[in-house]
């Protein structure tokens, strides 16, 4: 802060089954309505915002000669008013700096035995088109009761350190919710993949990223991969007791590394409990898109993107995260956040690798030329429907689930409970889908599919639920370009499409015909086999909006 250049980061390389009948397919099921969120960028102070807790007037600047002002400062924001300005009443102040939009304060000597306070803010400012952007915005007030330095520079730490206990987000009090936030200072390990999305990962974090950490206290470290699974065995291996966040700054593929490495370790069950956080430096950033979501936010991408999901890491807000296992027919187990898919959706995905360099719109070519040469997959799809009577919801305590009394050692992964064996039919009180074509399927967890994609928009981070997609063959070209225009708005549904089906599931399978087609789980490519999932309620913590 003002103008001092941030520390410098350390840079590391280093029964029977239950079938719907010809024509009664099931049916395709609406989108529960969103639980309001508060849309925080728009949302004007109350009125005063709350009662007085300090007031003084100082100088409107650090210099001896700059004019004076008079602070209020409430609960909810700093007001200033200018000299003649209002004094309160219908008028108002003349400026009213949010605290929720505060990332740090300091206080510091100046010249002449006089003391300063600042604080810096990122307010979302509004262009005349396009979506507002957090922009910085800092303050600094100068103090001056006379020649009493020591007294002069109480005055001001008092006031800086009121405006910082005001600014740190308030945990919200929600039934079977689980939230906490980060201490300060703040010691974070960020794992960088200078390769992902258009290579400018390190540029941004230098940029964009690090100065705003700097002025928040979090002091990161950072880890560039060098290599696939670097990041994987950098967790699986680290002491993570010193650190106190987990920062992924890539795409979705290098957090999938992260999360199934700290599933490897002995002590998985306490490493979950870190709090990750997603930076988006990839080409599609689903997770950092669905937060920026969560939180309230215009939709954004690139830069402005990568400025509200380091605004939400500078608050610091934690909370927990569904995970969903994945088993595979060959013996793998894997842990996924975003997705599981096969078909239409996975063939751009991993076709379009190769157009990497264009950033997030590879997808855009992809899906052209995957319309060009549509396909269809054979395949069996069964699936539990959220709220099956005979499926009780499994117990949470502290976010976790419990283990069944002498199922295996310390340190043994949660069971799936909801699921057989591969080589075995699905239990009687599942569904299978009567239709064995399909153009694509695709289970997701999260609201977006990528940064413009909007998939699933009554997702929440631990809902419970896997979003369950599904487009029969049959389908033309053109339908299904609507359908993935329309998807960027999250309107995709209402096409009232016969051969776009969803339903809210808590676990599925997937049996494919043939090996052919490609695979994919949380964008990352799998060999085509059979396969089933299901969903870990609170399994993980991540870095969140309000």
């Known amino acids: 802060m003002n103008g001092a250049a941030p520390p410098a980061i350390a840079v590391r390389r280093g029964g029977r089954q239950q079938r719907a009948a010809a024509g009664g397919a099931p049916r395709r099921v609406p989108f529960p309505a969103p639980a309001p969120m508060a849309a925080g960028r728009r949302a004007p102070p109350e009125p005063g915002g709350g009662p007085v807790l300090l007031q003084g007037v100082f100088g409107a600047g650090p210099g001896p000669g700059a004019a004076s002002c008079s602070l209020v400062l409430t609960a909810r924001e700093l007001q200033v008013r200018r000299p003649g300005g209002s004094s309160g009443g219908s008028a108002g102040p003349d400026a009213a700096l949010r605290l929720a939009d505060c990332v740090s304060s300091a206080a510091f000597p100046a010249a002449a035995a006089a003391a300063c306070f600042s604080l810096v803010c990122y307010p979302f400012r509004g262009p005349r088109w ?209 997705g599981f898919g096969w078909g239409f959706i996975s063939d751009v995905d991993i076709d379009s690798e190769k157009y990497r360099w264009l950033g997030n719109a590879r997808f855009t070519l992809g899906t052209l030329q995957c319309l060009a040469k549509l396909r269809v997959y054979q395949g069996r799809l069964s699936y539990l429907p959220l709220g099956t009577p005979r499926d009780p919801p499994e117990p949470v305590t502290n976010g976790h689930i419990p283990l069944p009394a002498g199922t295996g050692a310390p340190g043994a992964l949660p069971p799936d409970s909801l699921l057989v064996p591969l080589g075995q039919p699905v239990p009687a009180h599942w569904t299978v889908v009567p239709e064995e074509e399909f153009v694509t399927v695709y289970a997701i967890y999260q609201s977006h599919l990528g940064t413009n994609l909007l998939m699933a928009p009554a997702a929440r981070l631990h809902d419970g639920c896997i979003h369950l997609f599904y487009l029969k063959a049959g389908i033309g070209r053109a339908a299904l370009l609507r359908i993935f225009l329309a998807m960027a708005r999250g309107t995709h549904l209402d096409l009232n499409c016969p051969h776009l089906c969803y339903v809210p599931v808590r676990a599925f399978r997937l049996e494919p015909r043939t090996a052919a087609g490609i695979m994919t789980v949380d964008g990352e490519a799998l060999a085509s086999e059979p396969v089933q999932g299901q969903v870990h309620g609170r399994l993980c913590r991540v870095v969140c909006g309000s």
């Not at 520079?153 to 005001?166: F, G, M, N, Y």
């Open 130 to 338: 396009g979506s507002p952007a957090r922009q910085r915005l800092e303050r600094t007030f100068r103090v001056y009761r006379g020649p009493d330095a020591e007294g002069n520079l109480r005055i001001a730490q008092a006031w800086s350190r009121r405006i910082r206990e005001l600014s740190v987000p308030a945990v919200p009090v929600q039934d079977g919710d689980s939230y906490g936030v980060l201490p300060r200072p703040c010691r974070a390990l960020v794992l960088l993949n200078p390769q992902s999305g258009a290579g400018r990962a390190l540029e941004d974090f230098q940029a964009v990223v690090q100065p705003m950490l700097a002025e928040a206290d979090v002091a990161a470290s950072v880890f560039i991969t060098e290599r696939p699974h670097h990041a994987h065995e950098k967790v699986r291996d680290e002491d993570l007791s010193q650190w106190d966040a987990l920062v992924v700054m890539s795409g979705d593929g290098l957090l999938y590394e992260v999360v199934n490495g700290l599933m490897e370790r002995p002590d998985w069950d306490e490493a979950m409990k870190k709090p990750l956080c997603i930076l988006p430096g990839g080409s599609g950033n689903a997770l950092a898109a669905s937060i920026n979501y969560y939180a309230g936010n215009d939709h954004v991408a690139k830069k402005k993107l990568l400025t509200n999901c380091t605004f939400i890491l500078c608050k610091g807000l934690h909370t927990q995260m569904d995970l969903v296992s994945l088993s595979t027919a060959s013996g793998k187990r894997l842990f996924s956040f975003l």
